[in-house]
């Protein structure tokens, strides 16, 4: 329900972070991802961040070099997905600082602990940067 | 340790991958890794199961299988370090899911860390039971969970909520333990747990009425409370987004309150103070303040009625629709489309504004601005919207297209106030979008074009003009073909000329010109050129000066490779040449379509077999479908008096000539009718050759019509010498078919003799030949007589292709059944006997009369001996 998936995929389509909160095989998968990717990249500035996509809605939005792709229902808040992507990089850069693409890259764990704090099965848990990383920190803080 | 375990960290096989320029490469690459992984697995290396674990997961985002890696998460799981159990519940949340059984086995491990003193280990559980447990997990685990829901740290509660959401989903019938736990996460300060806390109540309602209704009277106005809190609520850093205090939670209270209050009279008069605060304070110049917005209409508009409410609503709304953002817009129009069913007043007043989305650059836009278009639509301002769409189909995308112009078609055809506006609306989509118009669309337009009589001089005039920009669009091309072929003479006579023509003069042979071309036009698919021949057929009847040109073009295509064409063309061919007398009777007009009932088999889509859709396809046993055969069986049936519906199908034929089961002598008369019909034409095709053509009846020609197809490939079947049937069939096959045939004469039906007797006659008689009828009738039938023909040689010499031909008035049918035999040996050594039925529409006013006409050869000399036959008893 809500979020169906959250990806990361750089401007040639490769991706770097794959969340699914439903079950697709791997082929179905790739097969979503690169159509979606295509549809997305394919899309200039000035048009919206939202894009029809069979049975739901994809709401992107690019950082530099990383496009950040979030699958919705169709009953989704649009608006309020943007805010959330946007949340979501703002709280990565505040533990990476000056988080780029090659951070997300060579800490994918780090990355998908954070989004585990934020999302659980397709809703959102937590908005709250501090409570966020607080237990992020701690993990690194111990070993 | 093995030497080449997975010695590499997760950041030099990254390196690794990314250095990889080609996919083998990066396939070897991985191939490498998962292989020393593997190894390190069945070795239970414990040193770098957590390296491992990590690779395993970047290996599986870029797609590569990694199942291999299951067990491992679990071991990870089971761990006592933190970290282990950390990257192993990640491992297991990211390479499984709910349908492995491999997650049965960690149903232990997460029970014993849902009971864990760290807690983070138990929040770590409750995340990788939230995203991933399946239904029997969910029932073993629901009382740890619920317990959890009460725990003493902020987080765990709410990832504790979070989880019940995923069992009450999995397992609805423990919903109603959550709901008491449920109600009292809603009175939380902690914004993460409020938040939860929220969505489970929503998906509580959504999931059990009761907790709809416990929610509904105890807690509206607590959370109405909350709401007021939150968008009061100063400057909070923690949850501050561009100046608004935590727009997430805004958001999903408006939500559960859009829940609560639908459909509710009370909850929704104790949310309308909020909803008009919130409606209007939040700043709309911000992102989060316009996702706010959006939640807030969404919500009026599905709560109960509140005038004053509503207008707000759908003044935010045109706001939004008139702003710069794509996204906003967007929203908007989606939120237009809900807003319509409530008040669709409000909703025209933007209509300007709609249209222009129609054609805005973005597509996403472009695509809901047009559903909200359709939806638009009355009979005020149908005209109007559809001149701006049509306006714009011609300069849209391709892609956009199709939807564009079902849209069109449906908008026209539902809202047109008078056909002659429905028909100029569809003349000028068709040239533009004729390829994406669908089938249905056009059948309409002719059942409406054959129904508004006094239109057709000037519907078949601008279908000729369009014809010559626009040749290329199918659609248009058919329906332009059909009409030309229909009105054809209206099309060269400037019949029926409307005030605002300007008069065009078209000679015959330009019409005849038009469809010549479109048939040639090789991108017009199979269906087109058929309808095209069948025009052209129309027209050498109606227009007789360009009767020779039009036949010369159908003889051109006798030779198609094209089955349809071929056959289309070999019969249309015949029609001209041979039977002038019946051309103009079998391409009368169309009569009108009715549209009720057309449209009641359209909505019921079943294809008709016969008569008015011109495309329903008519189902014959060589699979063929053959679209308009079913206007010329319709005329058939229209033109001949005496219908014996030959809709016999030919598999019934088929049937019939290979002998399989013949017919008994109890069938019906029609049956047999067709079966005599089939074979007679059989005989005609062979003996087309032969310079005295046999003529059977007019009836029979009509509806042998639809027989006539099976000959052919019964003809092919039998692999005869005669290859296709061209005009000289070698009388060899014809012999041999004769003696398939005169197999069939005995079968032939013998009628009971137990009719009223009737003298024999002798029809003709001359020098050398006597000719003689012996009559019968069947007791129920008296407009029918069987007829028994017996030839007698009186001349010393044998006749050798004794031919017997007979023709008769309209108000008789005639059938002759293959002759004994066509060798009549002299002065009466035996005879020839053929049996002949007529049928009488007349019976009783006038007696049967006959021409008959005898050939021969003699030493070589083909003879000729005609007579009339006048003297049949008056009662017969």
């Known amino acids: 329900m809500g979020i169906r998936f959250i990806l990361m995929v750089n401007k040639q389509g490769q991706t770097r972070l794959a969340q699914y909160y439903e079950y697709l095989t791997l082929e179905e998968r790739r097969a979503l991802e690169g159509e979606i990717v295509r549809k997305c990249l394919a899309r200039n500035e000035q048009q919206c961040s939202f894009v029809e996509h069979r049975n739901y809605k994809i709401v992107y939005r690019r950082y530099a070099s990383l496009f950040f792709l979030v699958g919705v229902d169709n009953e989704e808040n649009e608006l309020a997905i943007l805010e959330f992507i946007h949340l979501l990089v703002e709280t990565m850069d505040r533990h990476f600082g000056n988080v780029c693409e090659l951070d997300i890259m060579f800490h994918l764990e780090k990355a998908h602990f954070m989004l585990e704090e934020m999302v659980m099965n397709g809703c959102i848990v937590e908005t709250s940067k501090a409570n966020i990383l607080s237990p992020i920190q701690l993990m690194d803080k111990a070993s | ?876």
């Not at chain 2, 409750?126 to 959890?148: Q, T, W, Y």
């Not at chain 2, 000729?464 to 009105?487: D, F, M, N, P, S």
């Not at chain 2, 002598?665 to 005989?683: C, E, F, M, W, Y």
């Open chain 2, 1 to 876: 340790m093995n030497p080449f375990s997975s010695g590499t960290r997760l950041r030099d096989m990254i390196r690794a991958i990314r250095a990889c320029k080609t996919a083998a490469e990066e396939r070897a690459v991985v191939r490498k890794e998962c292989a020393a992984i593997r190894a390190a697995i069945s070795e239970n290396d414990q040193d770098y199961r957590h390296r491992n674990l990590a690779k395993l997961m970047f290996i599986h985002m870029l797609g590569y299988p990694t199942h291999f890696g299951q067990m491992e998460c679990l071991k990870l799981i089971a761990s006592p370090g933190f970290p282990e159990k950390r990257i192993g519940y990640l491992g297991l949340m990211l390479l499984l899911d709910e349908r492995q059984e491999v997650l049965m086995l960690v149903t232990n491990s997460i029970k014993q860390d849902l009971s864990h003193t760290n807690q983070y280990i138990v929040g770590l559980a409750l995340c990788a039971l939230g995203n991933i447990c399946s239904a029997e997990m969910a029932r073993d685990l629901a009382p740890e969970v619920e317990r959890l829901l009460q725990f003493r740290d902020p987080n765990i509660r709410k990832k504790a909520a979070l989880c019940s959401i995923r069992i009450v989903k999995k397992v609805p019938d423990l919903a109603e333990n959550f709901i008491n736990p449920a109600a009292s996460l809603l009175k939380e300060k902690h914004h993460g747990v409020l938040l939860t806390g929220i969505q489970l109540c929503t998906d509580l309602c959504n999931i059990s009425a009761e907790a709809l209704e416990y929610f509904r009277k105890k807690c509206t106005d607590g959370l109405v409370k909350v709401l007021k809190d939150v968008a009061n609520s100063p400057y909070a850093p923690e949850y501050d987004v561009s100046g608004i205090a935590d727009p997430f939670l805004h958001i999903k209270l408006l939500k559960l309150l859009r829940v609560l209050g639908q459909g509710d009279a009370d909850a929704s008069d104790s949310m309308n103070d909020i909803l008009a605060q919130v409606a209007t304070k939040t700043e709309s110049n911000k992102n989060a303040g316009n996702a706010i917005l959006y939640e807030c209409v969404s919500t009026i508009m599905t709560i109960e009625e509140n005038g004053g409410l509503r207008v707000l609503a759908v003044n935010i709304l045109g706001r939004f629709l008139s702003s710069r953002d794509n996204n906003i817009r967007y929203v908007a129009l989606n939120m237009l489309m809900k807003a319509i069913a409530l008040d669709s007043q409000a909703v025209q007043r933007h209509r300007a504004t709609i249209l222009e989305c129609v054609k805005d650059s973005d597509a996403s836009i472009r695509k809901r601005a047009l559903e909200l278009v359709y939806l638009l639509v009355n009979e005020s301002n149908v005209k109007s919207l559809t001149k701006e769409l049509i306006d714009y189909l011609e300069i849209s995308d391709p892609e956009f297209k199709g939807d564009l112009t079902a849209k069109i078609c449906s908008i026209v055809e539902k809202f047109s106030p008078e056909k002659i506006w429905y028909i100029d609306q569809m003349l000028k989509v068709l040239p533009k979008a004729g390829n994406y118009v669908k089938d249905e669309v056009w059948h309409a337009l002719i059942v409406v074009i054959t129904n508004a009589s006094d239109l057709h001089g000037y519907i078949v005039r601008s279908l000729y003009r369009e014809l010559q920009t626009a040749g290329e669009q199918e659609t248009l091309v058919r329906v332009a073909v059909w009409c030309i072929g229909e009105y054809g003479e209206m099309l060269v006579g400037n019949a029926g000329m409307l005030n605002q023509e300007d008069p065009i003069t078209v000679t015959e042979s330009d019409a005849v010109d038009v469809i010549e071309t479109a048939i040639k036009c090789h991108s017009l698919d199979l269906a087109t050129r058929a309808m095209c021949l069948m025009a052209l057929l129309k027209l050498s009847s109606r227009f007789p000066s360009c009767s020779q040109r039009i036949n010369d073009t159908i003889i051109h295509y006798k030779e198609s490779l094209v089955l349809e064409l071929q056959q289309r063309a070999i019969e249309f061919n015949y029609i001209i040449e041979k039977h002038q007398n019946i051309r103009s009777a079998l391409v009368e007009r169309m009569p009108v379509l009715d549209e009720a009932t057309y449209s009641g088999r359209r909505a019921g889509s079943v294809p008709a077999a016969v008569s008015t859709s011109q495309g329903a396809p008519l189902n014959l046993p060589n699979g063929v479908a053959k679209p308009t055969a079913a206007p010329l069986v319709d005329l058939l049936d229209l033109s001949s008096d005496e219908v014996s519906a030959p809709s016999s199908s030919g598999g019934d034929f088929l049937h019939d000539l290979f002998g399989v089961d013949l017919p008994p002598a109890s069938s019906q008369p029609g049956g047999n009718h067709a079966q005599k019909s089939g074979t007679d034409v059989l005989l005609d095709l062979l003996s087309i050759g032969t310079p005295l053509a046999q003529s059977t009846s007019m009836a029979d020609m009509l509806s042998s019509g639809d027989e006539n197809k099976s000959p052919a490939d019964i003809l092919d079947k039998l692999g005869s010498p005669s290859g296709p049937p061209s005009q000289a069939s070698p009388p060899v096959g014809s012999s041999s078919m004769m003696d398939l045939l005169d197999g069939f004469g005995p079968v032939s039906s013998v009628p009971e003799n137990n009719g009223p007797t009737y003298p024999s006659l002798v029809a003709f008689e001359s020098s050398s030949l006597r000719v003689t009828f012996n009559f019968s009738k069947q007791p129920g039938n008296p407009q029918t007589t069987y007829v028994e023909a017996q030839f007698v040689n009186k001349s010393p010499n044998a006749y050798s292709n004794f031919v017997f031909q007979a023709a008769v008035p309209k108000f008789l049918q005639l059938h002759l059944d293959p002759a004994s035999s066509n060798t009549l040996p002299a002065s009466g050594n035996g005879s020839i006997t053929q049996k002949l039925r007529l049928k009488n529409s007349q019976h009783g006013k006038k007696s049967l009369v006959m021409r008959i006409r005898i050939g021969y050869k003699i030493n070589d000399k083909d003879v000729l001996e005609e007579g009339q036959v006048n003297n049949f008893p008056r009662d017969l």
